[in-house]
C-alpha cells in the first residue's frame, strides 16, 4: 500500500456500491487497484500515461475513470461516503 491509496476500512465502505466484473471478454483490473490510481493522478497531477505500473494499464485506469464519470458511478460513490 502506498502514501495515499486506501485504507482497507475505506475499501470495505466502497466495495459493495462499485459495478461488478465487466461482462465483455477479459477480466476487469482490480477495482482497488484503479481507484488508487485515480487517487494517485489527483493527488500529484501525473499525465495519465506516467501512472506507476503498480496500479495496472494506465489506459485500463483512464478508461475506467471515464466510464465512471460518465455513468455516474463517481458522484454515486461520492454521495455515499460524505
Not at 15 to 28: Q, S, Y
Not at 61 to 75: I, L
Request: proline share 5%.
Amino acid at each position: 500500500m502506498g502514501r495515499g491509496d486506501l485504507t482497507n476500512a475505506e475499501w470495505e465502505r466502497l466495495r459493495p456500491l462499485l459495478p461488478e466484473g465487466g461482462r465483455r471478454g477479459g477480466r476487469w483490473n482490480d477495482h482497488r487497484k484503479t481507484i488508487d490510481g485515480v487517487l494517485c493522478r489527483a493527488r500529484t497531477g501525473l499525465p495519465w500515461r506516467d501512472l506507476p505500473e503498480r496500479f495496472g494499464s494506465w489506459i485500463t485506469v483512464y478508461k475506467r475513470h471515464r466510464r465512471w464519470s460518465a455513468d455516474g458511478t463517481w458522484q454515486m460513490l461520492l454521495t455515499a461516503i460524505q
